[in-house]
């Protein structure tokens, strides 16, 4: 039962250009969700997050999108950059305070010169 | 060093082997999390320890899967009689509170059960 979904595999976008990466959950409990990146060979590291009570957040280059009536987030960035190029998680949690993530099953970000 | 280390970074075991990951959280951090993925997958919760609360299991998928905590430091994730599907990148996550927004995760064991 993959409650977090991340349905691309992989992405390819040229350097300067948009990165777009998706993720759908089927929980509606769910009230807080997180995007983590990972390098080959090291763990995860936070990068953004968001609570259900707003439908954006922003962080420089990266900003994720929240439609909770589609069970649906997004991971904005823009402009691409060469070292953006790494595994992308998205996680979600009951809220805030919980103690379990449920975490996709990732997207490779490839990003071409 | 100021991160989480795990230990060792790679393991090949024989099906039927006992395994232990080890896995130092970083210091002052009074919750530790384990997560494995598997090929494919994304990340799975194993278990959570916080302070001196008893653990929380659930993720656990077997009794053959087990974990400690020693002083509130050093975790370690033992795995008995190892099989095929056990195989997987374990990964060790710490963080300084009850908020999930900020784990800190480890570099990973690879696990491989031939």
């Known amino acids: 039962d993959q409650q977090v979904k991340q349905n691309s595999p992989s992405l390819s976008v040229q350097e300067g250009r948009i990165s777009i990466l998706n993720c759908d959950y089927t929980?509606?409990?769910?009230?807080?969700f997180l995007w983590y990146k990972k390098y080959p060979a090291e763990g995860p590291t936070f990068l953004i997050s968001i609570s259900s009570i707003k439908d954006k957040n922003e962080d420089g280059r990266f900003t994720v999108f929240l439609n909770k009536s589609a069970k649906h987030l997004s991971l904005h960035i823009v402009p691409s950059q060469p070292g953006d190029s790494a595994v992308y998680f998205c996680a979600a949690s009951i809220d805030q305070g919980a103690q379990k993530l449920v975490f996709g099953q990732g997207t490779r970000l490839t990003i071409n010169p | 060093g100021a991160g989480v280390s795990q230990s060792p970074s790679n393991k090949v075991t024989e099906k039927g082997k006992d395994v232990e990951l080890r896995c130092d959280p970083i210091?002052?951090?009074?919750?530790l999390y384990w997560y494995r993925q598997s090929l494919g997958q994304g990340l799975e919760f194993l278990i959570y320890f916080q302070g001196n609360s008893a653990p929380d299991k659930s993720g656990l998928p077997s009794d053959r899967f087990s974990a400690e905590r020693t002083g509130g430091s050093v975790s370690t994730l033992t795995i008995q009689r190892t099989q095929q599907e056990d195989s997987a990148v374990y990964l060790c996550?710490?963080?300084?509170?009850?908020?999930?927004?900020?784990?800190?995760f480890g570099p990973g064991t690879r696990l491989t059960v031939t």
């Open positions: 929980n509606s409990m769910f009230d807080y």
């Open positions: 996550a710490s963080s300084p509170g009850t908020s999930i927004t900020r784990q800190y």
């Open positions: 210091s002052g951090h009074t919750a």
